[in-house]
């Protein structure tokens, strides 16, 4: 910090001088004060490098290896205000693992996407009216926040569709955050997270999915789970279904008290055509659903809101 101060001085001296620019002829005082300013700026430049210098100097780099293995805490400074991992972000991983030890491959979604994957590839009519039923957001330039991972399904399908060819399933899982043009409330937020599955090979029927999604929320509440359906209606699958599952007793539910947990089905023949697969072949499955309602029922959580809140005592309970 000596150079420090020692330029500062310097400075100071400098802006002394450079009250003399009155006492000297006015065609000389441009060039003057160019020099003067040439100066301050050199001398500016020289404080900031050695203000950095003190800084880097001051601060032991940590190896943190030296505490692998050892009971010992982490020095104070290192574990007070650490950020640490959202716990959504940490409950997506769980969800992640699960889906890949049962060989699903995993794809990110993207959180800027156009009408034709937003919707014509989904096999939503032009102009039907269940385009309005997602309550999506657009730019001004015409694009689309996602409002379901979904808007995957057709790039997916065609990246994997040599799979099939070898005799491969294509079997990916896509998770992804989501948009809505929601009014917010406890359960509704306008931003979340879902995760989509999607399932293509020449033999796989619906009984297969039901038993990949129960497998999944068994792994997922650690426990056996009793499910149900009921239709639903989604362009992009026939038949459509609404995926529930009992509210668990350890997770406060009563017999009967059944949730809707996603939306699933088998993949329209129009979809898989779009994506260049040949509907009397192949046949696929696909699912999606809300992460943070996965989230929130494992934990008792009652508002949605919490998760974008950025509420540290929220946040410091995980
Ligand atoms: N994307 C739907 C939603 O957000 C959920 C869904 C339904 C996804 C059926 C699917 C599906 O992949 O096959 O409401």
């Known amino acids: ?17 450079y009250v003399k620019i009155k006492d000297i002829p006015p065609e000389e005082r441009a060039e003057f004060g160019r020099k003067m300013n040439e100066k301050k700026q050199e001398i500016l430049a020289q404080i900031a490098a050695a203000e950095k210098a003190a800084i880097d100097a001051a601060v ?15 020095p104070e400074f290192y574990t007070a205000e650490m950020g640490s991992k959202h716990p959504l972000m940490t409950e997506l991983d769980r969800v992640i693992d ?24 989904l ?40 799979n099939l060819a070898s005799g491969k399933p294509i079997a990916v899982v896509v998770p992804g955050r989501v948009f809505r043009n929601e009014d917010v409330d406890a359960t509704h937020e306008h931003t979340f997270y879902q995760c989509e599955g999607v399932y293509v090979s020449e033999t796989c029927a619906m009984s297969d999915m039901l038993g990949i999604l129960r497998e999944f929320f068994e792994k ?6 009793n ?25 406060g539910g009563k017999k009967g008290d059944y949730l809707e947990m996603l939306g699933c089905g088998m993949i329209h023949p129009n979809v898989l055509k779009m994506a260049g697969i040949d509907p009397e ?3 696929g499955f696909a699912w999606g659903g809300g992460i943070d309602r996965l989230v929130m029922l494992r934990y008792g959580l009652k508002d949605v809101r919490l998760f974008e809140s950025g509420n540290l005592n929220f946040l410091r309970e995980f």
């Open 123 to 162: 096999n939503f009519p032009k102009g039907h009216p269940a385009r309005d039923g997602y309550d999506t957001f657009r730019t001004e330039e015409g694009l689309i926040p996602p409002a379901h991972t979904s808007t995957m399904q057709h790039r997916v399908l065609k990246k994997y569709k040599n």
């Open 227 to 251: 499910i149900r359906t009921q239709p639903g209606y989604f362009p992009f699958t026939e038949p459509s279904l609404e995926f529930m599952i009992e509210k668990p007793k350890s997770l």
């Open 220 to 225: 997922y509440y650690e426990q056996k789970l």
């Open 98 to 121: 699960i889906y890949q030890l049962m060989g699903f491959d995993v794809v990110e979604s993207r959180q800027l996407d156009d009408e034709f994957h937003m919707f014509d590839s």
């Open 281 to 283: 072949k192949y046949h």
């Open 1 to 17: 910090m000596q150079d420090v101060e020692r330029l500062k001085q310097e400075l100071n001296q400098l802006n002394a001088e």
């Open 60 to 74: 032991e780099p940590l190896d943190i290896t030296a505490w692998s293995g050892t009971n010992e805490a982490l």
